[in-house]
């Protein structure tokens, strides 16, 4: 069982930073893979960001959050980052984070195993 917890978010201006952090409980977190995703009001569950799982760190991102959003994990902590850049108001959304063995990266549907509360991040213009 894995349970995950994500903090961070917040209001920031357009053009500001955040770094969201997912902390994972249990023993397994390395053999996960993580990832990032997020859902603005009215939309559907989106993917932003994924790693591989510890030893690998290949990291995935959606077009739209390419070179501005990094995704990294301490597998000494358990925990997963999402550090956002130049953040714009289309980035405003609940970010969830969610671990799973062998999913497609970019499918949210086979990310099935595990998911966090969820974090708002609000960029205002």
């Known amino acids: 069982q894995v349970q995950l917890v994500e903090s961070g978010g917040g209001l920031v201006q357009a053009g500001g930073s955040l770094r969201l952090s997912c902390a994972a409980s249990?023993?397994?977190?390395?053999?996960?893979?993580m990832g990032w995703f997020r859902q603005a009001p009215g939309k559907e569950r989106e993917f932003v960001a994924a790693?591989?799982?510890?030893?690998?760190?290949?990291?995935y991102y959606a077009d739209s959050v390419k070179g501005r959003f990094t995704i990294s994990r301490d597998n000494a902590k358990n925990t997963v980052y999402l550090q956002m850049n130049s953040l714009k108001p289309e980035d405003t959304a609940v970010y969830y984070c969610?671990?799973?063995?062998?999913?497609?990266?970019?499918?949210?549907?086979?990310?099935?195993?595990?998911w966090g509360q969820g974090t708002q991040v609000t960029v205002s213009s």
């Open positions: 969610a671990a799973d063995r062998a999913p497609v990266m970019v499918l949210v549907s086979t990310w099935d195993d595990y």
């Open positions: 790693i591989s799982r510890g030893g690998d760190d290949n990291t």
């Open positions: 249990g023993r397994t977190f390395s053999s996960y893979y």
